[in-house]
């Protein structure tokens, strides 16, 4: 884990209040492993008190990083109003990330709306290793998904949206069961209601689904006890232990 001040590269908004922030990162392009996170200061001062996590979203061979974050709050306000040439605050890599078994021989990435951000970086790590990989991105509306032309070209896409402005109409939970079958292996990152409806899925039961965990987090390096989840092996620190958990591990 590394503390470095970078400069930002670029800054837009590539879907309503959802920026795609580049930074020059290489300290952490270095080491940096699919579904870690950075925690980013998000303003001059100490004020706000508190870093963002967010999760790296992709990086570069040329050492730059790429994050992924909806502008929702004060601190993520801030940093949407970011330009080139100005410098931010990171603390990263942090947490676990995801892990690809060695028998898997397929991979299904569910992203549910902004829960694509860890996953591009995935998607493009598996296809480089050989990994056939299907992005299922689910969205409000077609102009709440994320751009394709942003997607890595050789994965299989699917979409669903809940108003059947784009894809398959519904929410993207519906879709699994469709696509599972040839699928060895299941990563997934969105909201918690995404998590509890594919808990209860029968098509999902004995395949190994690892999923991100979103959560507030104060210090981000498992020291304040903020960030506590509940699981079948006690509590757990979503920045420490976390965030990425096995589906069947975590108690909702
Ligand atoms: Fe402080 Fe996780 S955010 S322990």
């Known amino acids: 884990m590394k503390q470095v001040t970078v400069p930002v590269i670029s800054n837009a908004e590539i879907i309503p209040q959802v920026h795609l922030l580049s930074l020059e990162a290489p300290e952490i392009v270095a080491v940096a492993h699919p579904g870690q996170f950075v925690m980013v200061r998000c303003g001059e001062s100490h004020d706000p008190l508190l870093r963002r996590p967010l999760s790296i979203h992709r990086v570069t061979e040329t050492g730059q990083i790429a994050l992924l974050f909806g502008a929702v709050g004060r601190g993520t306000w801030w940093l949407s109003h970011c330009r080139k040439g100005d410098h931010l605050d990171l603390l990263g890599p942090l947490g676990n990330g995801f892990s690809i078994q060695p028998i898997s021989r397929s991979l299904l990435l569910v992203a549910g709306g902004i829960g694509i951000a860890p996953l591009v970086f995935l998607a493009e790590n598996a296809l480089s290793a050989g990994y056939p990989v299907t992005l299922l991105m689910g969205a409000q509306s077609a102009s709440s998904l994320y751009p394709r032309s942003l997607l890595p070209s050789h994965a299989k896409v699917a979409m669903t949206t809940e108003d059947g402005s784009e894809g398959r109409l519904g929410m993207v939970t ?79």
């Open 174 to 252: 519906d879709a699994i069961d469709d696509l599972v079958e040839q699928i060895d292996q299941v990563f997934a990152c969105g909201p918690v209601s995404m998590y509890r409806s594919m808990a209860t899925k029968e098509c999902l039961a004995g395949k190994p689904v690892q999923i991100s965990l979103e959560m507030m987090m104060g210090c981000g390096l498992g020291a304040c006890y903020g960030c506590v989840t509940r699981t079948k092996r006690g509590p757990r620190q979503v920045c420490h232990d976390g965030p990425v958990f096995e589906l069947g591990e975590i108690l909702w």
